[in-house]
């Protein structure tokens, strides 16, 4: 599986940004997507992710009605939609792919699959 990344960039805080991941590989079609974060000098966390097959999703606390995840499977695509950004939002961000459950990747550091990461910096 290849993840491929974009849409990070700069924006105000109160401002909105949307991250894709394309994904492709042969074997794909096994895999649930999400995303994680890594600010300077902090670990990775876990975002939000979704079913591939039922569109079901998880979300961090932090970005529970703030940030929505879908996915357009025709064009294997999983999509971040981040609104009312905050500065502590800044981070780079990483798309995955997993067989695992998504209700317990914010307990997981590893997946089997990352995409190369894209930044978003929220300004105050």
């Known amino acids: 599986v290849q993840l491929q990344a974009s849409g990070g960039g700069l924006v105000q805080a109160g401002g909105s940004l949307r991250l894709s991941c394309a994904a492709s590989g042969r074997t794909f079609g096994t895999y649930d997507m999400g995303w994680f974060r890594q600010a300077p000098g902090k670990e990775r966390e876990f975002v939000a992710a979704i079913r591939w097959s039922s569109g079901g999703t998880s979300y961090a606390d932090s970005v529970k009605g703030r940030f929505t995840i879908s996915r357009d499977k025709a064009e294997n695509t999983v999509y971040l939609q981040m609104n009312s950004l905050k500065p502590e939002d800044t981070a780079v961000y990483y798309c995955?792919?997993?067989?695992?459950?998504?209700?317990?990747?914010?307990?997981?550091?590893?997946?089997?699959?990352w995409g190369q990461g894209t930044q978003v910096t929220v300004s105050s």
């Open positions: 995955a792919a997993d067989p695992r459950k998504i209700s317990t990747w914010s307990s997981l550091a590893i997946m089997n699959y």
